[in-house]
């Protein structure tokens, strides 16, 4: 699995800055999962609570509970 791992690694470099970007947010959420670290929602996920937010579609407590559901107890 290493060999596997250090081949994609090794191309990283090439990618484009968003995608490594991307790759950086997962890497340090599995991290995070093994560590037993605080989850950090991504980029996307933010936008997605304050684009909800901002529609008035979710009410206060279900935006209350999904930022509950992103912390680890």
């Not at 996920?45 to 680890?72: M, T, Y």
Request: net charge negative; proline share 1%; charged share 35%.
């Amino acid at each position: 699995m290493m060999s596997k791992l250090k081949d994609v690694l090794d191309r990283v470099g090439t990618w484009p800055d968003e995608a490594q970007q991307e790759l950086a947010e997962v890497a340090l959420e599995i991290e995070a999962g093994f560590r037993g670290g605080d989850y950090h929602a991504t980029a996307d996920e933010l936008r997605a609570i304050d684009e909800a937010d901002a529609s008035s579609v979710a009410s206060d407590d279900d935006v209350k509970a999904a930022f509950r559901s992103f912390r680890r107890a």
